[in-house]
């Protein structure tokens, strides 16, 4: 049996996913193979329908591949079921969606908690945790707003908080930037890049090349494959 | 499940309860109208039972009764023999005296049941109808009623059968308001009485719903009344009530009675007895199994309010789980499993209808209040019932709410977070 290398928070071999469309069977990734480490900061980008929203949510573990495999953390998830798949995204995974994905009607400080409600900690420390990763994105102030009595920018914030508080293994940001301007864009992504720089492992979907540019990384899927994975320099404009 | 995410449950639901009051309302009517049912319900009976004990062991704990026959029958009068009460022979009142011979017994005496006849009073003009009861003058001793007027008759007046008469205060009332009624004459049928006192019934459910009553002596109902009737008279509507004597036992005095009654009916050793011997515990029996009728009534008229209650529940919980669609999306993508998804729709169900149950309970509490305040019906409510209504509009609310719940809990996570 293959075991991933020590330093590889992802590994996959030949993912495949297919959907019955009606009578067509769509493939939308066509055997992947990727192996990302520790504290890498990659961007995923391609055209649409070349397969990055299937593979985020594979990686993500929203989702099992029709075959192939995955490893996350060295654990291999491609075969858990349901329960365990929830345990995982709880425990190794941090989403942060293009909508933002607050729940509308409770407080940034709940919104926080949620992960670590389903984790099972006790009140006070969910308060403490929350607390502390409102305080780390900025937003100490703003613990008791509903989202719609916070900026998109802010509401973005209080979604990292709520994918850091349970210190993943995994970041997973599916177009963060795309419902906000460009200098709130610019903040969150700097965001990133310092939690890149303090050691998170950070996987980025964007279809935006100055978003693309913050990576370390860059990975360009087409037509449910690879079709380049190449370095790149932070800060450097992604041609 | 953790009692935050309970907690959070109960939230959500009063949440969604007071953003959609209208739907949420209509959804817990039926809930609510159950509960109230069995909350009303049950206050009634409870009540009815209250007083029924009253009235029962206000003529006395050692108190018992000879009967021609006791017991419900239906007959159809078609048949050649005729109902049991009809076969058996008449108690005749000098059982009585044959009766209060005995060791155990300390005071027995005969009294016969007028209601059968059709009792028109009439005074001054006025008119009102009774139920006439004929009894020695003793019969005071095993009454719960008092004399608010006048007296009750003698044993001089009686033994002669003299037409005197007690009547109570509402035929009191009815005849001769605003005049006092003692030492007027009046008439029932066409026959001449003197009032000779008043009388004031326990406070009871069945003397409130009842007609008026009135007491005449025996030997003058004897004399009479029931003169009219070819196929009843007077002495089938005999019974005769026995005191033991506070020494002894029921058991024992009931044995010794019915030794006597055999013996002064000449029945053999194996032949049934002819007449029923009646305690207060085999009233309460009768009503009892008259109780479990409406407690049965009373169940299936709440089944059907928490059911329609139940279905208005899912289609609720449906439109819920539907519009938050995203939310459970979300919830999955941070790690809750099926089952906290499951409980935390679960709960929201229950808490939908255990508050529709609280509505109910409210207002049947209301109409139990108004009941005992406002008419001469009792209501009581037990505290089983507040228990039973609240478990049933909560199961109603598991009961109906696990549909959605299952249905939510089962949603794909990459679907929901993709919904609109």
Not at chain 2, 89 to 98: C, D
Not at chain 2, 364 to 383: D, E, H, K, Q, Y
Request: charged share 20%; net charge negative.
């Amino acid at each position: 049996m293959m075991m991933p290398p020590d330093n590889a928070v992802i590994l996959t071999r030949d993912l495949t996913k297919e959907y019955e469309l009606g009578a067509e069977t769509v493939r939308a990734l066509r055997g992947v193979d990727m192996q990302i480490n520790k504290n890498e900061f990659v961007a995923i980008m391609g055209p649409s329908g070349s397969g990055k929203s299937t593979l985020l949510n594979l990686i993500g573990c929203l989702d099992t591949p029709t075959a192939g495999q995955y490893w996350l953390g060295g654990e291999e998830v491609s075969q858990l079921d349901d329960n365990e798949l929830a345990r995982i995204r709880n425990r190794q995974i941090g989403f942060v969606f293009q909508t933002f994905n607050l729940l509308p009607r409770t407080t940034a400080l709940h919104n926080v908690e949620l992960p670590l409600i389903y984790a099972g900690l006790p009140a006070k420390q969910r308060h403490e945790q929350a607390k502390a990763a409102l305080d780390a994105v900025g937003l100490g102030d703003r613990m008791t707003h509903h989202p719609n009595e916070l900026s998109g920018g802010e509401r973005q914030r209080v979604a990292m908080a709520r994918a850091l508080v349970n210190e993943p293994s995994l970041l997973l940001a599916d177009e963060p930037t795309g419902n906000l301007d460009s200098s709130t864009s610019r903040e969150i992504m700097e965001i990133l890049v310092r939690l890149h720089d303090r050691g998170e492992t950070i996987l980025l979907v964007t279809h935006e090349r100055d978003i693309a540019a913050y990576s370390d990384r860059l990975i360009t899927l087409m037509d449910g494959r690879i079709e380049r994975d190449e370095r790149h320099k932070i800060g450097e404009p992604v041609a | 499940m953790t009692g935050r995410a309970l907690q959070e449950g109960v939230t959500i639901a009063l949440q969604a309860l007071r953003q959609s009051k209208l739907r949420t309302g209509l959804t817990i009517l039926g809930v609510g109208i159950g509960v109230l049912v069995v909350v009303a319900m049950a206050s009634v009976i409870q009540g009815v039972n209250r007083s029924f004990s009253v009235l029962v062991e206000a003529s006395g704990a050692n108190t018992f009764y000879v009967t021609r026959y006791y017991g419900v029958e239906m007959s159809t009068g078609l048949d050649e023999e005729g109902p049991t009460w009809r076969r058996r022979p008449p108690i005749p009142a000098r059982f009585a005296r044959s009766l209060e011979a005995l060791s155990t017994v300390a005071n027995s005496y005969a009294s016969a049941d007028l209601g059968w006849m059709d009792a028109t009073l009439s005074a001054e003009g006025n008119e009102t109808d009774a139920s006439i009861l004929a009894v020695p003058s003793d019969y005071m001793q095993t009454d719960a009623g008092d004399i608010v007027a006048g007296r009750f008759y003698t044993k001089v007046e009686e033994e002669a059968g003299r037409p005197v008469a007690v009547i109570d205060s509402s035929a009191a009332r009815d005849l001769f308001a605003p005049l006092d009624a003692v030492g007027r004459p009046f008439r029932i049928g066409d026959q001449s009485f003197t009032v000779v006192g008043v009388y004031k019934h326990p406070p009871n459910l069945f003397a409130a719903l009842g007609d008026s009553r009135v007491f005449v002596p025996f030997n003058t109902g004897k004399k009479y009344l029931m003169k009219d009737y070819r196929w009843i008279s007077f002495a089938d509507l005999v019974w005769i009530t026995v005191v033991a004597k506070p020494v002894v036992s029921m058991a024992e005095s009931i044995d010794q009675v019915t030794g006597r009654l055999r013996g002064l009916r000449g029945l053999n050793p194996g032949e049934e007895d002819n007449f029923d011997i009646v305690t207060q515990e085999s009233m309460l029996e009768i009503w009892n199994q008259l109780t479990a009728v409406l407690f049965t009534v009373m169940f299936a008229l709440s089944s059907v309010g928490l059911m329609v209650g139940g279905i208005g529940v899912i289609a609720v919980m449906v439109v819920s789980v539907t519009e938050r669609t995203r939310e459970i999306g979300i919830r999955k993508a941070l790690g809750a499993t099926r089952r906290d998804v499951l409980w935390q729709f679960l709960v929201e169900a229950v808490t939908l209808t255990t508050v529709g149950g609280a509505f109910g309970l409210a207002a049947g509490g209301l109409i139990a209040w108004v009941l005992n305040s406002f008419t001469p019906v009792p209501a009581v409510i037990p505290l089983w019932s507040i228990l039973l209504a609240v478990a049933a509009a909560a199961f109603t609310g598991i009961v109906f709410g696990l549909f959605p719940a299952v249905r939510a809990s089962r949603l794909d996570p990459v679907a929901a977070l993709r919904y609109e």
